[in-house]
């Protein structure tokens, strides 16, 4: 099994491992919620662990997104300029 960025290079493989990370971090963070409200007022003793690494999937989000959004724009003034990879 290959990734999906496997045959992607530079700026662009880095804009889809992002990607990857953004969407494994939201859902995470989503399933997370819904076990935290469903055991809203009950003494859980995963609550905490849940809440910290809720957190780290938080700071994963956003830090994908930001690394993101400046690899595509680095790949995409590659582009324009014309010394980006045709990948």
Not at 50 to 57: D, M
């Amino acid at each position: 099994m290959s990734m999906p960025w496997s045959k992607l290079q530079g700026p662009a493989k880095v804009a889809a491992i992002c990607a990857a990370v953004l969407l494994v971090s939201a859902g995470l963070c989503g399933a997370q919620l819904l076990v935290l409200n469903f055991a809203a007022g009950r003494s859980n003793s995963l609550g905490t662990a849940f809440i910290v690494t809720g957190a780290l999937e938080l700071i994963a989000i956003i830090l994908s997104a930001a690394v993101g959004v400046i690899a595509l724009l680095i790949w995409g003034i590659g582009k324009i300029v014309g010394r980006g990879n045709p990948s």
